[in-house]
């Protein structure tokens, strides 16, 4: 399911959202309404249900009741960040309390929505869940380009590259050679290499993008 595009434009995928909850009449009345605003809706019946899906992290945004028999919303969402698979958690309750909503927050949930709730505000929650998403996406594909590019490199390469972010001022192929014991030459045909694999064309770009792996 797509949302339509202006003539011209190409068409963008449509968010896809979890609902979680145990209440068959919320499940299939939400799951509607939400249909009905162009996003793509998934529905489970149980915490238990949900952790059984192969990619919780495909999901834009988790739509989570917090009221649920066996693991409740606050215990599933403790396992999502335990296992580093939490999408960005709008909860909604009719049971919950403050502590209850500050646990939630605390763990990163967007909001702590109690039952009933204005469908707007929820639509509100949800699009800034999709944005968190969306800027998550971005930042992990830019890591994962950059891990692949660090990889092209071999093992005395990368000792060539760790020396200089560790000692910028002495990143002279003369003073990289002295500490790892080889000559300037081989420094200057290594840098060589390192430069052309990482696509960069000053020892300067390779300091700021070796600092960029964090």
């Known amino acids: 399911m ?3 595009a202006p003539s011209g434009e190409p068409e963008t995928a449509a968010p896809v959202l979890a609902l979680v909850d145990d209440d068959d009449d ?3 009345s ?16 149980s915490a238990a249900a949900f952790l059984g899906t192969d990619m919780p992290l495909r999901f834009d945004c988790l739509i989570l009741d917090y009221g649920m028999p066996g693991m409740n919303g606050l215990e599933l969402q403790c396992e999502l960040n335990a296992r580093g698979a ?5 909860f909604i309750t009719g049971h919950g309390g403050v502590p209850e909503s500050v646990q939630a927050m605390k763990g990163g949930a967007i909001d702590f929505l109690e039952k009933p709730f204005r469908q707007p505000v929820l639509i509100e929650r949800i699009q800034a869940a999709c944005e968190i998403a969306a800027e998550r996406r971005l930042r992990n594909a830019a890591d994962r380009a950059l891990a692949e590019r660090f990889s092209r490199l071999t093992a005395r390469e990368m000792e060539i590259v ?6 910028p001022s002495e990143s002279s192929s003369k003073e990289v050679g002295r500490h790892l014991g080889i000559s300037p030459r081989t420094v200057d045909h290594h840098r060589a290499r390192i430069l ?11 300091i700021d993008l070796a600092r960029q792996r964090g």
């Open 2 to 4: 797509t949302q339509p």
């Open 86 to 90: 939490a999408p960005p958690i709008v």
């Open 196 to 206: 052309e694999k990482l696509g960069v064309r000053s020892v300067a770009e390779l």
């Open 26 to 28: 919320i499940r299939s």
């Open 162 to 167: 760790e020396r200089m972010i560790e000692s």
């Open 30 to 45: 939400l799951s509607r309404a939400l249909r009905l605003r162009g996003f793509e809706v998934e529905t489970f019946a």
